[in-house]
């Protein structure tokens, strides 16, 4: 445990953002996870990439499972809303606020035992409904809340800290969100901070579900060597394939595109997000494409990394299930609940 | 850019700014800890090391520390660090016997000090310890110099300044009161092993504009004035005074006037504000005793009426101010005359030495000021030393002081037969400041707290004696809570690349966010413009490692912004963070080596 805090500093000369906020103006309370973890540079990141969008953080809702990494919604963002919710379930919780009020950003932590184990089957259906979420899954690999158990996202052959090695085949979350029908899903890594913060920032703008499964390695369970998860065989392995970089709608475009070099992606709110393919041969807007790209890097034990695929064209849930845009809390009661004679109605119509 | 070489002591000293800024390279954050434990006696001493005059400095020093104090990035006002030092002194135990004592016996040299200032005691305070027969030649009826001629009783009391003297004279030191010298070459004929000049600037500048010899007996110089009262000569002034020049001189005169009877105050200022050569500090101090300060008013003339001084002509100036602040053009738009009883002009000081014969073998340059080598203070003539106002013009106590430990340096090399320029290096030890988990030996967590106000004795009992002293000292709970502003900015960050696992833990961590993992380049902005505020002022470093063992990148940190909090070590997984405390240690004369004979 930490015994200590961060000072809130305001310096002279301190960079302020649009809304005239500091980069700590979008910390929360001080980390009690154990020092080294990628986890908080996974929290740092989402503060800075809030921080650069100029985005009020009262505008923002954090959510979480249990976990490590269900914590960290604490350690980012103090002013935004919450919840820490049940094991798993974070993102039936995340449906249903987004179903009620679609004005507030959602942001959902989790890692690879409450996404892959015990929530697989709700965030499965969160990505088929489209729901307008980033999604954050710190992955590690390991169970470290319960000091080290091989987790889902376990590679065949990484070792516990005791030297045992995993049998069972990993799920790969960005392949599993993929076969599902994600329309954003990216891959990167906690020790990348300016792809990570690039990435994040075009995870809130996508209009959808926007997966990203950041390796975040367990500094205290699953950092020795045998382990497929560490700093050090991330950086060993990590391998860029597309970058991806958020650019909001005021800023009027004026540098060219070169065929095959970059693409730009139109976003909903009139940003764009501009893709640079560093592998030649990989397209990002090609799903089956992709897929066969990460199931062979599985193979070659590469990471592979960057905005994996991205589908803009898909409707969110809320556009989808035509529910209203509105907040439900600015409706007037009489026009949310009109009352016995109109449910009598609508049951008519199915009679 | 390469790895950053800390094995020059510089590199860490310069980041104490206050210790780099101080001429003395006063430890400030190491005494302040001290002053934190209770330990006064301990912090005074430390003081004493580097500055001789703690409890006259604690009062009156220019403070070069406190702009430069690494608080005021953060903060409106520095660390009160002089404030501080005159805390170690106030509550000091008795320490007598824990100064340097005089030697059982001496090595024979003889070493004439000219002048009993902050320079030659400094000299004497470096030297007497060591074997050296010093005396002092001065031609007041009291020690001090401008520390006791210039420097009024109600900022310095007389006690203070007696007792801080008194350590050195009792090495051994003998003080000859009255004795003006008047011929360098008589002196010189006496066969001293060493001379040491330590005159000051004890000429005080005139203003020689129409009206200043019928109105003479109601003009003094500033400088002068201030020494007759210092010594009991003058007591009185007219009822209005004009104080002509608006630096720290200035201040000890329109505040003395109003202690001698006067009702009326101005100090007429050539220059807007921030051209003001007096520290701001004074500046409100004369404020607060209704000192009036008028500005872009230049003297044209004196008025006499009857053959007696009745007021002064003044041209009132506009000034044009560039964005850079600079004056870039000016012009007269008015004139002015103001009626008053004095004046007192303080508007500069040079030194002068009618004493020293053409022929003495001591050159001077062509505004009569002598040619002194600036790292040993010799001058043309061997054996000869200036320091303190008298080598380089008027600067301060704490340079007299450090001029002194330099020239002690050069004259105890000169005495041993050794080269001069061939002196003791500056050294660093640095010794990791953890005791355990989030332990440390220093007070790391940040305190948010503002700068303590001193109290002045209340204006209506201040001018009922010359030497009330106003301010009053910090009292037990201002000490508590400022001694916790300091950064302890000699508790050094200090990086060990191989260790690193680039978790990113102290970049995160970073309350300022100084620190980057970057790729390596050969241009600093490159570096830098990874940081989140990338800019610096001159002169502050840009902390680079090694390769890290992972990628290969570099680990930066902005020196200009780190505040010394130590979270960075304490949140690193590997260690490979620590904070170190650095000694610096400037060496004196005892810090020489000695040659083999002359032990022998």
Redesign the interface.
């Known amino acids: 445990m ?3 805090v ?10 302020l953002n649009d809304l005239g906020l500091a ?2 103006d979008y910390d929360g309370a001080m980390s009690t996870l ?5 986890h ?2 996974v ?2 990141a989402l503060a800075r990439a809030y921080f650069e969008l100029s985005m009020d953080p009262k505008d923002v809702v954090k959510v979480s499972g249990i976990g490590c990494s269900s914590k960290t919604t604490t350690y980012f963002l103090r002013d935004a809303h919450g919840a820490n919710t049940v094991h798993g379930r974070m993102p039936s919780f995340a449906t249903g606020a987004a179903a009620v009020n679609g004005a507030l950003s959602y942001v959902g932590v989790s890692g690879d035992g409450d996404s892959l184990s015990i929530g697989i089957g709700q965030m499965a259906h969160a990505i088929r409904r489209n729901v307008n979420m980033l999604y954050m899954l710190e992955n590690n690999g390991v169970y470290g809340l319960t000091k080290g158990q091989f987790s889902a996202s376990s590679d065949i052959g990484s070792t516990a800290k005791k030297g045992a090695a995993n049998t069972l085949p990993p799920i790969d979350p960005a392949i599993f969100a993929l076969s599902v029908g994600a329309t954003f899903v990216a891959r990167s890594f ?2 990348d ?1 300016d792809q990570l913060v690039s990435i994040i920032k075009a995870g809130i703008k996508h209009r959808g579900f926007a997966l990203i499964d950041v390796i975040s ?1 367990c ?1 205290s369970f699953n ?1 020795h060597k045998g382990s497929t998860k560490s ?2 065989h991330t ?2 392995y990590y391998h860029k394939a597309v970058h991806a970089d958020y650019v909001p709608p005021s800023e009027e475009i004026v540098t060219s595109y070169e065929e095959g070099d970059v693409m730009p992606v139109e976003l909903h709110d009139g940003g764009i997000i501009k893709l640079r393919k560093l592998d030649a041969d990989y397209d990002p807007t090609d799903r089956a494409g992709a897929m066969d790209h990460l199931l062979r890097s599985q193979a070659t034990s590469e990471i592979l990394t960057g905005l994996l695929y991205i589908d803009e064209s898909r409707p969110d849930m809320v556009e989808h299930k035509k529910l209203t845009d509105t907040p439900l809390h600015s409706i007037p009661y009489a026009k949310l609940n009109p009352g016995a004679e109109a449910l009598r109605k609508v049951q008519e119509e199915f009679r | 850019m390469t790895k950053t070489d800390t094995s020059n002591p510089d590199y860490f000293h310069k980041v104490v700014d206050c210790q780099w800024a101080c001429p003395a390279h006063t430890p400030v954050p190491a005494y302040i800890r001290l002053i934190a434990q209770g330990r006064y006696g301990d912090a005074y001493l430390l003081n004493r090391d580097s500055n001789v005059f703690p409890g006259i400095l604690g009062r009156v020093c220019d403070r070069p520390c406190e702009p430069a104090c690494r608080r005021s990035r953060i903060d409106e006002e520095p660390v009160a660090i002089c404030r501080l030092k005159r805390v170690a002194a106030d509550h000091r135990e008795d320490i007598t016997d824990r100064l340097p004592k005089k030697p059982a016996k001496t090595n024979g040299k003889r070493v004439a000090l000219i002048g009993a200032g902050p320079a030659s005691l400094t000299v004497a305070n470096d030297l007497a310890p060591l074997g050296y027969e010093c005396t002092i030649f001065e031609k007041l009826s009291a020690p001090g110099g401008l520390m006791r001629s210039n420097i009024p009783a109600f900022r310095l009391p007389e006690s203070v300044l007696a007792e801080e003297i008194g350590y050195i004279l009792d090495m051994g030191v003998e003080l000859k009161l009255d004795s003006p010298v008047s011929s360098m070459k008589a002196l010189l004929d006496d066969g001293w092993d060493a001379v040491f000049v330590g005159t000051g600037a004890p000429k005080g500048k005139d203003l020689n504009i129409p009206g200043r010899e019928e109105g003479a007996a109601n003009i003094h110089i500033g400088i002068d004035w201030l020494e007759s009262v210092a010594f009991d000569h003058t007591d009185k002034i007219g009822e209005s005074v004009l104080i002509i020049g608006v630096g720290n001189t200035a201040m000890d005169c329109c505040r003395t006037s109003l202690r001698l009877g006067a009702k009326n105050v101005k100090v007429m200022a050539r220059k807007p504000r921030n051209f003001f050569k007096a520290s701001e500090w004074e500046l409100e101090d004369a404020e607060e005793e209704n000192v009036d300060i008028v500005v872009n008013h230049s003297p044209k003339a004196f008025v006499t009426k009857d053959g007696k001084l009745a007021g002064m002509v003044f041209e009132i100036f506009e000034y044009d101010v560039d964005a850079a602040g600079e004056i870039t053009g000016q012009r007269v738009i008015g004139e002015e005359t103001i009626p008053c009883t004095d004046v007192i002009l303080a508007i500069g000081q040079e030194n002068a030495f009618p004493w020293i014969e053409a022929d003495a073998g001591i050159e001077f340059d062509k505004w009569h000021v002598p040619k002194v080598d600036e790292a040993t203070f010799q001058s043309t003539r061997d054996g000869v030393f200036f320091g303190g106002d008298s080598a380089f013009g008027p600067k301060n106590i704490i340079w007299a002081v450090e001029h002194g430990h330099q020239a002690a340096i050069s004259i105890h090399r000169y005495c041993q037969g050794l080269d001069l320029t061939n002196r003791a290096p500056r050294e660093i030890e640095l010794q990791s400041a953890k005791m355990g988990m989030f332990e440390w030996r220093y007070a790391n967590a940040f305190d948010a707290s503002e700068r303590r106000e001193m109290e002045h004795v209340a204006l209506v009992d201040r001018f009922k004696r010359l030497n009330i002293e106003v301010e009053l000292g910090f009292n037990a709970e201002q000490i508590a809570v400022e001694v916790q502003r300091c950064l302890n900015c000699d508790v050094q960050t200090v990086f060990d690349a191989p260790l690193c696992e680039e978790c990113d833990a102290c970049i995160d961590i970073c309350p300022v966010e100084c620190l980057s993992i970057t790729p390596g380049a050969e241009d600093e902005a490159v570096l830098r413009a990874s940081l989140t505020q990338p800019e610096a002022p001159d002169g502050q470093s840009l902390y680079v490692s090694a390769p890290l063992p992972l990628t290969g990148r570099v680990m930066i940190k902005d020196e200009n912004v780190c505040l010394h909090c130590g979270l960075c070590a304490e949140r690193c997984p590997t260690s490979a963070w620590d904070m170190k405390e650095g000694v610096i240690h400037i060496p004196h004369a005892d810090d020489q080596e000695v040659r083999q004979e002359a032990l022998a």
């Open positions: 930490t015994s200590f961060k000072p809130k500093i305001r310096r002279k000369n301190e960079p980069r700590s154990c020092a080294g973890c990628g908080d540079s929290t740092a906690s020790g901070r390695p500094v950092d700093y050090a950086y060993q």
